[in-house]
């Protein structure tokens, strides 16, 4: 293992403190809006709960992507977690132009709708319906804190990223 000295001294780069982050394997969502009839979504890994009293969950989202207004507009969002067999729709929604249209034909993301017309993706490991409740400027991504209002849970192994490449999970539990 490579190590490197800390010189508060020395500037860290962009590069080295991603690949630092790299380091720490995520879980891969896909955050889907309803927006006129048409599903919007991105791909993000930067998603963790915050409170169990009240329940709530953030998402960080940066300023350049389309879903970013789109949160702020509707106020209301999903957060699919995805399942080992979905990479093709992380890919999909991580691309910086889609044609919203083409999800099932490209990757096979399939949607069904709550009752707030929320769209949930068929398959994925579980979904977390939000309604947004504060959002907090931090560089050059804004965190959305959000109140979750309902979830579902399937079974299956999830997608993971790490180092910069999607993984999955080789054992079940480690004793």
Do not use: W
């Not at 993000?44 to 949160?71: E, K, Q, Y």
């Not at 399942?83 to 910086?96: G, H, L």
């Amino acid at each position: 293992m490579q190590s490197k000295t800390v010189n508060p001294t020395m500037s860290l780069s962009q590069t080295e403190f991603r690949n630092a982050m790299g380091q720490f394997a995520t879980g891969v969502t896909i955050l889907t809006v309803d927006l006129d009839g048409q599903v919007h979504g991105m791909t993000a890994n930067a998603f963790a709960s915050v409170s169990l009293d009240p329940l709530l969950v953030l998402v960080c989202v940066d300023h350049n992507a389309r879903t970013h207004a789109h949160l702020h507009a509707k106020k209301r969002f999903g957060i699919n977690v995805l399942c080992e067999n979905q990479q093709a729709i992380s890919q999909y929604y991580a691309q910086p132009v889609y044609a919203h249209d083409r999800a099932e034909a490209s990757a096979g993301a399939r949607f069904e709708r709550t009752q707030h017309g929320t769209p949930v993706l068929h398959g994925a490991l579980a979904y977390v319906e939000c309604k947004l409740v504060s959002t907090h400027e931090a560089g050059d991504h804004t965190i959305f804190i959000a109140e979750v209002e309902d979830v579902v849970m399937r079974e299956g192994k999830p997608l993971l990223f790490f180092r910069g490449s999607y993984r999955r999970i080789a054992d079940d539990a480690l004793d």
